[in-house]
């Protein structure tokens, strides 16, 4: 696959004149995503290669199991209210439909559910950090 470096330095820019912690943009089948968090992801139908910033980086599109997404752009919360139990963590048992976590995104409150029974592998946000729409947020084995 050849690597566009014109329309990755594009998004870049695009990043700072938004003020965007992430871009994603898809051309068919190529998808190019960038992000301030030091690494360009280019994918494709055959896979994804990660190109670091100065150190390799394990990009969790590499990990496997059931992946739970964001259903919305907002601020995600592990736990339904400040210093509470989370809703789920790392080697707990989750059911089809039990919350996982909370995005809020304009003053509402939106109850992320599990898509399949599994055990949480991974938990890939921080409580309070702002996701995207489709960010990966839980990997279930």
């Given amino acids: 696959m050849k690597v566009d470096k014109k329309l990755i330095k594009e998004l870049v820019e695009y990043l700072e004149e938004f003020k965007l912690t992430e871009l994603e943009y898809q051309d068919g089948e190529k998808k190019i995503k960038v992000s301030k968090g030091s690494k360009t992801t280019l994918e494709s139908s055959k896979g994804s290669t990660v190109i670091p910033s100065n150190k390799a980086v394990l990009s969790s599109e590499e990990e496997e199991g ?3 997404k964001s259903p919305i752009i907002g601020t995600a919360y592990l736990a339904p209210e400040p210093g509470g139990k989370k809703f789920a963590e790392v080697g707990d048992k989750i059911k089809k439909g039990q919350t996982i976590m909370i995005v809020e995104a304009m003053k509402t409150m939106n109850h992320v559910a ?3 029974d599994g055990i949480v592998k ?4 921080n409580d309070g950090q702002p996701v995207e729409f489709g960010q990966t947020l839980v990997i279930l084995k």
């Fill in 114 to 116: 599990s898509t399949n």
């Fill in 66 to 68: 059931i992946r739970i």
């Fill in 122 to 125: 991974k938990v890939l946000v």
